[in-house]
T-cell receptor, first 114, second 111 residues
C-alpha cells in the first residue's frame, strides 16, 4: 500500500511570510494528524482530524496556524505569518481510526525560517 | 500537563553491547507504542503494548509495559549498527485519544 505522502520536502521562507504544507494519508485511513517536531524533541501533536472533523487542536497556535481536511481525505496545514520558532519538521500521520492504533508517518516537511 | 519522559537522552554503545531505554508517564496510559526514527527519517511504528505487565519480543528487542501502565522499557540485546536511531515511546492517556510522545533516546552504535 502507498504510504503517507507529504509535500514539499523542504521549505525556506523569511519570517512573517506564509507557508502551506500538504498531506495525503493512506487510503481509507479515517484519522489524520499533524505534528511539529523540533530538532532533538519528540513529535508534538498540533491537530487531529477524524474524517473531516477536528478531534483535538488544543496545541495548535490558532493565531497563526490553520489546518483543514475538507473532504476527509487530504489535508493542508498553513502558517501565516511565520516566526523564527516555527523552524521544525512538520509530520503528517494517519491511522485507520483513533490514536489507540499505530500511526503511519510521512517523510515530513523541513521548514526553515530566516 | 500530561508528560512522557524518556531516559537516557543519548546512549553510545559498542556493537554487541546491550541497550535499554526507559519511558515514564505522569498519567496512566491506555496503551504504549514504540517508534524508531532513523537520522533524517520519519518515525516508524515498532510495537504496541496494551495490557498491564505485558512483555513482547521482536528478535533482539524486548518491550515491557509496567503494572501501573505508567512506565515502559525497550531493551536491545547485542546491538548492531542497524539499531542506530532515536527510539520514542508514545501513549494516549486513559481519558483522551491524543498520543503524547516522549523526547526520545538516541542510540549510537560503534562498530
Amino acid at each position: 500500500e502507498a504510504g503517507v505522502a507529504q509535500s514539499p520536502r523542504y521549505k525556506i521562507i523569511e519570517k512573517r511570510q506564509s507557508v502551506a504544507f500538504w498531506c495525503n494519508p493512506i487510503s481509507g485511513h479515517a484519522t489524520l494528524y499533524w505534528y511539529q517536531q523540533i530538532l532533538g524533541q519528540g513529535p508534538k501533536l498540533l491537530i487531529q482530524f477524524q474524517n473531516n472533523g477536528v478531534v483535538d487542536d488544543s496545541q495548535l497556535p490558532k493565531d497563526r496556524f490553520s489546518a483543514e481536511r475538507l473532504k476527509g481525505v487530504d489535508s493542508t496545514l498553513k502558517i501565516q505569518p511565520a516566526k523564527l520558532e516555527d523552524s521544525a519538521v512538520y509530520l503528517c500521520a494517519s491511522s485507520p481510526q483513533f490514536s489507540n492504533q499505530p500511526q503511519h508517518f510521512g517523510d515530513g516537511t523541513r521548514l526553515s525560517i530566516l | 500537563g500530561q508528560q512522557v519522559m524518556q531516559i537516557p537522552q543519548y546512549q553510545h554503545v559498542q556493537e554487541g553491547e546491550d541497550f535499554t531505554t526507559y519511558c515514564n508517564s505522569s498519567t496512566t496510559l491506555s496503551n504504549i507504542q514504540w517508534y524508531k526514527q532513523r537520522p533524517g527519517g520519519h518515525p516508524v511504528f515498532l510495537i504496541q503494548l496494551v495490557k498491564s505487565g505485558e512483555v513482547k519480543k521482536q528478535k533482539r528487542l524486548t518491550f515491557q509495559f509496567g503494572e501501573a501502565k505508567k512506565n515502559s522499557s525497550l531493551h536491545i540485546t547485542a546491538t548492531q549498527t542497524t539499531d542506530v536511531g532515536t527510539y520514542f515511546c508514545a501513549g494516549p492517556p486513559s481519558n483522551t485519544g491524543k498520543l503524547i510522545f516522549g523526547q526520545g533516546t538516541t542510540l549510537q552504535v560503534k562498530p
